[in-house]
């Protein structure tokens, strides 16, 4: 149960704080016990290197302060920055950086702080699978991400073939990382609220159990097979460059995959594999 003396009241509706954007999927939580939760559930050490996306109001940011070494904070909102630095003002082991998410190097700043990094956030809605798919391709230089997602992008992240939620989401990230859900966080925790639950998970990184001889080929199977999920499989790969129908059926049967299978039957196995075939065929 949420007790009122939980809930942090940082003055979002008086005059001269920034309000929040909803152009950028500002959302702040603003419970403290859920805050402190997070924290201990993303099992930060001392001498982990921990980059923050999003620093909105800062609570998190500070109690991430007290278990890691270092924290980089990136913000895009600079008013946040400013009403973060002049409001609360954070401890030594923080620093705040004006950055997109979406453009950051996350190798450039593992190899600043000196090793894999460990991520957390709270992702805006409207950007958060875009920002999964950049933490995919930067994986070699992350240790592990705790994010907080809409619900429904947790459970595709989450899902299994066969399931509605299965899909794009699905299959990228579990070719790479574990998947776990840590924990949902109602709307009335976060100001504004929110309009949807939340969900916690984690997402622990590691080597794929079969690797894709080329990444973004199998990246484009996945995503053409999904876009058209209703269609069958032969029907829904037509037209993937370079391959003509012909290739794709001998493809296919090479791997022992019905050409009449719909995408969410695939597993990431049956995926890799169709990818590694066709771009062995590509070679020859």
Avoid at 74 to 92: S, T
Avoid at 179 to 195: N, Q
């Amino acid at each position: 149960m949420t007790r009122q003396r939980d809930i942090l009241q940082p003055g979002i509706h008086k005059p001269g704080f920034p309000r929040p954007k909803r152009s950028l999927g500002q959302n702040f939580l603003v419970h403290q016990g859920t805050i402190e939760t997070i924290v201990r559930l993303s099992g930060i050490q001392p001498g982990d290197r921990v980059v923050e996306l999003g620093v909105g109001l800062g609570t998190l940011t500070r109690e991430l302060s007290k278990k890691a070494s270092k924290v980089t904070g990136l913000e895009i909102d600079e008013r946040l920055i400013k009403w973060v630095r002049e409001k609360r003002p954070l401890p030594w082991n923080v620093e705040l950086r004006h950055s997109d998410i979406l453009r950051v190097s996350f190798q450039g700043l593992a190899e600043e702080l000196g090793g894999p990094l460990k991520i957390i956030g709270n992702l805006p809605y409207n950007i958060s699978s875009q920002i999964i798919f950049k933490l995919i391709e930067e994986r070699n230089h992350i240790d592990r991400a705790i994010l907080m997602l809409q619900k429904e992008v947790a459970e595709r992240l989450a899902s299994r073939p066969g399931s509605k939620a299965y899909g794009i989401l699905s299959v990228i990230t579990g070719y790479c990382a574990d998947v776990a859900r840590l924990m949902d966080i109602p709307p009335g925790l976060f100001r504004p609220r929110t309009k949807v639950t939340s969900t916690l998970v984690q997402l622990e990184f590691r080597e794929p159990v079969i690797v894709a001889t080329d990444f973004a080929l199998f990246k484009n199977i996945v995503r053409k097979a999904f876009q058209k999920r209703r269609k069958k499989l032969i029907n829904a790969l037509k037209g993937l460059p370079p391959f003509s129908q012909d290739e794709i059926l001998h493809a296919l049967k090479i791997c022992g995959i019905d050409p009449g299978y719909r995408a969410e039957v695939l597993s990431i196995k049956n995926f890799v594999t169709l990818s590694n075939i066709l771009d062995k065929n590509v070679l020859l």
